[in-house]
Nanobody, 128 residues
Framework: QVQLVESGGGSVPPGGSLRLSCAAS????????MGWFRQIPGEEREGIAV???????NYEASVKGRFTISQDKSKNMLFLQMNSLKAEDTAMYYC??????????????????????WGQGTQVTVSS
């Protein structure tokens, strides 16, 4: 079974940067999509950035140009570099993986699917 553990969250002033990491274990998929999602309490969890096993990427419009998703397959790691952070970015951030998604082209995996596996989350707070 796959397990995901996020780290790197914290508090940062507006305009600052943060780098989130997600460590995967039991990961033997050859074709997959991985992504970062965020959630405010009482709100729906939404996809922010996604990447597939071919390194295609896609982003939600509000973070495009500010956030960069990447992966290190040899180390079973997923990353999210967040620059120019805004107060609206404050949320719990989760990494996720799914075998059901084959490619993130055309916006796939910006929404969770029935086979999505989640990490426990890491809090990001942007405030002055």
């Amino acid at each position: 079974q796959v397990q995901l553990v996020e780290s790197g969250g914290g508090s940062v002033p507006p305009g600052g940067s943060l780098r989130l990491s997600c460590a995967a274990s039991g990961f033997t998929y050859t074709t997959y999509c991985m992504g970062w999602f965020r959630q405010i309490p009482g709100e729906e969890r939404e996809g922010i950035a996604v990447i597939d096993s071919d390194d295609n990427t896609n982003y939600e419009a509000s973070v495009k140009g500010r956030f960069t998703i990447s992966q290190d397959k040899s180390k079973n790691m997923l990353f999210l570099q967040m620059n120019s952070l805004k107060a609206e970015d404050t949320a719990m951030y989760y990494c996720a993986v799914s075998q059901l998604c084959r490619t993130v082209v055309a916006g796939a995996f910006l929404r969770p699917d029935p086979l999505t596996v989640w990490g426990q989350g890491t809090q990001v707070t942007v405030s002055s």
